[in-house]
């Protein structure tokens, strides 16, 4: 079965920085589109930012721009988000995923949380 | 950025009986390539999101198919044909045609 394991979610201070990373078991990782989504507590999913097959390609959403950096190691079938100015608004679960918006591929990992917090 | 709008936000359902939800795009969700990528996910409480439809209508793997999706343009419709227990939790559309992709703000099923 084809696992997506992140990992990193921290409790951090504003203005803090942290390193999300997520390893994905599956075969197929440098032929994907990767994705980092987040859902803060109790609330919806927001779509963070995506990164094509070869890296070539980075796009984010407007509220994480110029904070966050997504990136991949298809060596090491691995997907990172470096966030840096951490907000209290950042404070969510933080989801790996297979695919952007538009692949036929759609898996997503566990989660891992990420608290922002004095 | 696009808007879907879902309704209902929260739907009691009668195991073994049928069950609709609604999505609603603020914008046209064709693309350029003549795709529509509208999608729907499922999430069980204290799980992740789980997509089972993809561009309107195709199941993602494993996904039963008493889920079907339909639509196109700007409105669209997930339905379950006859609701069964794993299937309560929070039902999303998104969309992947316009940048920032974007959810719905979520459909809650439970059991009556």
Request: proline share 5%; charged share 20%.
């Amino acid at each position: 079965e084809v696992q997506l394991v992140e990992s990193g979610g921290d409790l951090v201070q504003p203005g803090g920085s942290l390193r999300l990373s997520c390893a994905d078991s599956g075969f197929t990782f440098s032929r994907d589109w990767m994705a980092w989504v987040r859902q803060p507590p109790g609330k919806g999913l927001e779509w963070v930012a995506e990164i094509k097959e070869d890296g070539s390609v980075r796009s984010y959403v407007d509220s994480v721009k110029g904070r966050f950096t997504i990136s991949r190691d298809n060596a090491k079938n691995s997907l990172y988000l470096q966030m840096n100015s951490l907000r209290v608004e950042d404070t969510a679960v933080y989801y790996c995923a297979r695919g952007g918006g538009r692949s036929d591929d759609g898996d997503w990992g566990q989660g891992t949380p990420v608290t922002v917090s004095s | 950025d696009v808007v879907l709008t879902q309704s209902p936000l929260s739907l009691p359902v009668t195991l073994g009986q049928p069950a609709s939800i609604s999505c609603r795009s603020s914008q046209n969700l064709v693309y350029s390539d003549g795709n529509t990528y509208l999608s729907w996910f499922h999430q069980r409480p204290g799980q992740s999101p789980r997509r089972l439809i993809y561009k309107v209508s195709n199941w993602d793997s494993g996904v039963p198919d008493r889920f079907s999706g339909s639509g196109s343009g700007t409105d669209f419709t997930l339905k379950i044909s006859r609701v069964e227990a794993e299937d309560v939790g929070v039902y999303f559309c998104m969309q992947g045609t316009h940048w920032p992709w974007t959810f719905g703000q979520g459909t809650k099923v439970e059991i009556k």
